[in-house]
């Protein structure tokens, strides 16, 4: 009697969770169903929609670039100004424009320039005497002949001061010549910046361009890369970009297209363009400026690019299209009824689709219809927030 008394404890305790629950169900389900407790007619309720509003749809248009010094100055050895003479400068110094970086051995250079300062000062010299003491003319007593001397005199002393001006001139010029040539031995920096490399190991002999100094402005970094004849299309300068790197994934950077060639790189190699079968295309050289902080971004690296769009378009959920032969369609909810539109689309991303036509800001589309639904019948659904 003991154990059956227990097993009927047992049962009718299980009996009375199994009610609770049954209750339970029966009291969510409406709840779960809308807020009733009748049963609803199969396909008019379980919907969502989207108010239509404008919006920006993600870019499809993907670049890669290289961040690059917008302000640097490589210094190449000149064998035609003669043998190095000295570095100015060691790697890692700050440099203004118009600091001394490299100097050429200027001991002709200099021979030169003194040769024709003095030979244009001799002349200089000829034109005071003339100037100053003339020709002495020898007078005869009588007025005509008198006259007649010293005007030839006078003409005499005339041309060769013209041509003493003349001389002049050229050995001016001599002298502006050989100190440009002068001057030029010293080689000054153009950009404000750090110098990064240094070669004092040049050779007289070598055929290819040998650096000797090169200066990086650290602070103006851009990135440069190429667009391909399809991408022209799609890009404007004073777009926005954002730019990412793999070194460091979980950072961006903000930057604008400040140019865009009209003409294709004249170094480019043929190359396949990405989206097509086979074949090459011209590559067009652009230009990106940093609008963020650099951070930990670094000459050299490989950022992708993908250009924001910032043009305002009717956008609804991509699930909220329905393809019928060559038409499209949304569903849309007026007065708690179903209406079928047919609309026109433009660009898409993964969540949101462009319509060009058809539609209006405020509309209510179900965001994502059935076969059930029927034009002019009653349905219920319920908002849900706009990506």
Excluded: C
Aim: no cysteine; glycine share 8%; aromatic share 6%.
């Amino acid at each position: 009697m003991f154990k059956t008394k227990k097993a009927k404890i047992a049962l009718f305790s299980g009996l009375g969770l199994g009610a609770v629950a049954l209750i339970a169900a029966a009291l969510l389900l409406p709840n779960a169903m809308g807020g009733t407790g009748q049963v609803e007619e199969a396909g008019t309720a379980g919907f969502t929609y989207q108010v239509v509003q404008e919006g920006s749809i993600a870019s499809s248009t993907l670049l890669t670039g290289t961040v690059s010094a917008a302000d640097e100055q490589y210094v190449y050895y000149d064998p035609s100004k003669g043998d190095l003479s000295e570095v100015l400068v060691e790697q890692g110094s700050q440099v203004e424009p118009g600091t001394p970086l490299i100097r050429y051995d200027a001991t002709e250079l200099q021979a030169n320039y003194d040769s024709a300062v003095r030979g244009r000062d001799k002349i200089g010299r000829q034109i005071y005497d003339l100037r100053t003491n003339g020709r002495t003319v020898q007078t005869t007593g009588d007025a005509a002949t008198d006259a007649e001397a010293i005007s030839s005199a006078q003409r005499s002393v005339d041309m060769q001061l013209a041509d003493l001006n003349d001389s002049y001139a050229d050995a001016q010029a001599a002298v502006d010549k050989a100190y440009a040539a002068l001057t030029e031995a010293t080689v000054t920096s153009t950009v404000s910046g750090t110098v990064v490399e240094v070669n004092k190991a040049v050779s007289k002999n070598s055929t290819t361009s040998q650096t000797v100094v090169h200066i990086v402005n650290q602070g103006s970094l851009q990135v440069t890369g190429n667009l391909t004849e399809y991408d022209l299309a799609n890009i404007a300068v004073d777009q926005e970009v954002k730019l990412t790197t793999k070194v460091y994934p979980d950072q961006a950077w903000t930057g604008k297209i400040t140019y865009i060639s009209n003409y294709p790189a004249s170094d480019q190699t043929a190359s396949t363009t990405p989206g097509t079968s086979g074949g090459t295309g011209a590559k067009y050289p652009f230009k990106i400026a940093l609008t963020s902080e650099l951070g930990n971004l670094k000459q050299g690296f490989t950022v992708n690019i993908e250009v924001i769009n910032t043009s305002k378009n009717i956008l609804v959920p991509v699930t909220a299209v329905v393809y019928e032969e060559e038409k499209t369609f949304v569903w849309t909810i007026v007065d708690g009824k179903a209406k079928k539109v047919e609309v026109s689309l433009g660009n898409a991303d993964a969540l949101n689709q462009e319509v060009t036509a058809g539609l209006a800001v405020g509309d209510q589309v179900i965001s994502i219809p059935t076969a059930e639904l029927q034009d002019g019948k009653e349905v219920e659904a319920y908002e849900e927030p706009v990506n």
